[in-house]
């Protein structure tokens, strides 16, 4: 029973972590329950998004979280307009 609630919990803090680094948290809550101690690790393996982001000065659609350069108005992977958004 103790297992089981270490294992929640667990998935909880992959979840946590995984929304910090700009990932999808529902996704890596799912993939901890699974076996979050793979989970884990392959999330320290992945680079920090929101790092990488904020090192370069690019910009994070809002839309499919995107990296994009600072000057650009439309996102070249979704489309969103920037412009029309602000
Ligand atoms: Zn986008």
Redesign the pocket.
Known sequence: MLGAAVWCAMAVVTSILAGRRGRDSMLWFLYGAAVWPVALAHLFVLPDRMKLVAGSGWKL??????K?PPEATI??????NFLEAE
């Open positions: 659609c809002p839309d499919c979280a995107g994009v996102c070249s992977f979704c489309g969103h």
